[in-house]
Every structure is written in structure tokens, then in C-alpha cells.
């Protein structure tokens, strides 16, 4: 097996100590915990077992769409960039990752990685539909 090897497994098959790790690091990102031996306490584990596994066990979380990275180009004014997030909410998408350069000749580019709620081509004719939005489109593979 590569060293790197990431594998999904159900946590029914795991021993207790892995979901352990992961209550205790959503009691420390919610505050509920102020500190990682409070975390480990509460979700029922010891503090070495916490450190042992933090960095190697992760809750898995299907968001029940498809995730589409899109590139957008924009009007460079006030309220667009609202408004196309604005229209993502609207449609159930969910912003995974955003990057935005800086405006230049009154265009503004931003690249989005989304979770859809609806389907691509949909998602796309509605955000199509938002003033100020001069093009967008899906990229895929990193290429437009």
C-alpha cells in the first residue's frame, strides 16, 4: 500500500477510538472544549490517543451534491458578487472554495469550487440570469 493512501471505512469496522478522535475535534472547532485533554475527556478517550490519531482521522462529509469548479467573470461594481452568491444560495449550492484576483479594466475574476444542489447546467442558467455577470462556465480538470 503507497504511504500516502487515504481509505473510507465505515465506522461500524473501526474500533471506538477513532470516533472518539473525531467528537473531540468537533467539541474543540466548536468551542465546546477548551482544550484538547477537556476534548478527549469528553468524548471518552485519552489525551495521547487524541494526539496519536488528530492528524490522521477525519469525518467524512457527503454534501448529497456534485462538487463543479466554475470560473466567473464579473462586472467590477458593487452588489455583483453579492448577488452571484446571492444566486448560489438560492439554488442550494454550497461555496467550497473561492478565489477571487484583483478587478482589472472593470472585470473581476473568480474561481469557485461549489457543491451543487441542483444541476450543473441549471445552476449555470440561473447564475447566467445575475446582473453584472459578464461569463461563466464550468472548468474542468483545471481547464477551462
Not at 467539541?27 to 496519536?52: D, E, N, Q, T, V
Not at 490522521?56 to 452571484?84: E, M, P, Q, T, W
Amino acid at each position: 500500500m503507497e504511504e500516502n493512501q487515504l481509505l473510507l471505512v465505515h465506522s461500524n469496522v473501526l474500533p471506538p477510538v477513532f470516533a472518539g478522535v473525531v467528537l473531540a475535534k468537533d467539541l474543540l472547532a466548536s468551542g465546546k472544549a477548551s482544550s484538547a485533554a477537556a476534548a478527549a475527556k469528553m468524548a471518552g478517550i485519552s489525551r495521547s490517543a487524541f494526539y496519536k490519531y488528530k492528524d490522521f482521522v477525519f469525518k467524512y462529509s457527503y454534501g448529497g451534491g456534485d462538487v463543479i469548479n466554475l470560473n466567473a467573470v464579473l462586472s467590477d461594481r458593487a452588489g455583483v458578487f453579492s448577488a452571484l452568491t446571492a444566486a448560489l444560495c438560492d439554488c442550494g449550492a454550497n461555496i467550497i472554495t473561492l478565489s477571487q484576483g484583483l478587478p482589472e479594466n472593470g472585470l473581476a475574476n473568480v474561481s469557485l469550487s461549489v457543491n451543487t444542489g441542483t444541476a450543473p447546467e441549471q445552476l449555470l442558467e440561473r447564475l447566467h440570469l445575475v446582473d453584472g455577470v459578464i461569463s461563466i462556465k464550468i472548468i474542468e480538470g483545471g481547464k477551462p
